[in-house]
């Protein structure tokens, strides 16, 4: 029987650092999908169902920055975690949905695979 990696939505608008971020998390052994805003990560979490983690920059162009689109999944898509990553904007205890993980920009790719493993319980 084979065991299915778990699926991480990348939302990150900056091409490059999506691009790195995919590699990074694909080398770690998850399947990685990616959007470059929330409205496209929105139109991806409606159409899959097998996502289990949507690691999410905080500053984005579109209808929604991070943190709103993190209240909306976990509002749509209770069962889904969240980890969120910014630079620039400094977050509150209340600011991400219970259970998400901030991860403050630069990170280290340790960090990434480590929040991503604890949260699909495969580290």
């Given at each position: 029987?084979?065991?299915?990696?778990?699926?991480?939505?990348?939302v990150?608008?900056?091409f490059?650092?999506?691009?790195d971020?995919?590699?990074?998390?694909e080398?770690?052994?998850?399947?990685?999908?990616?959007?470059?805003?929330?409205d496209?990560?929105i139109?991806?979490?409606?159409?899959?169902?097998?996502?289990?983690?949507?690691?999410?920059?905080?500053?984005?162009?579109?209808?929604?920055?991070?943190?709103?689109?993190?209240?909306?999944?976990?509002?749509?898509?209770?069962?889904?975690?969240?980890?969120a990553?910014?630079?620039?904007v400094?977050?509150?205890?209340?600011?991400?949905?219970?259970?998400?993980?901030?991860?403050?920009?630069?990170?280290?790719?340790?960090?990434v695979v480590?929040?991503?493993?604890?949260?699909?319980?495969?580290?």
């Amino acid at each position: 029987m084979t065991r299915l990696s778990p699926v991480i939505l990348i939302v990150e608008d900056e091409f490059l650092l999506r691009m790195d971020s995919a590699e990074v998390i694909e080398n770690a052994g998850f399947e990685v999908i990616q959007a470059a805003n929330a409205d496209a990560a929105i139109a991806i979490l409606t159409a899959r169902p097998d996502i289990h983690v949507v690691f999410t920059d905080i500053q984005m162009p579109g209808s929604m920055d991070g943190l709103k689109l993190a209240r909306f999944v976990r509002d749509r898509w209770p069962p889904i975690k969240i980890v969120a990553t910014s630079g620039l904007v400094r977050v509150e205890d209340d600011d991400l949905p219970a259970g998400s993980v901030f991860l403050r920009k630069p990170y280290h790719v340790a960090e990434v695979v480590a929040a991503l493993r604890e949260l699909t319980g495969t580290g």
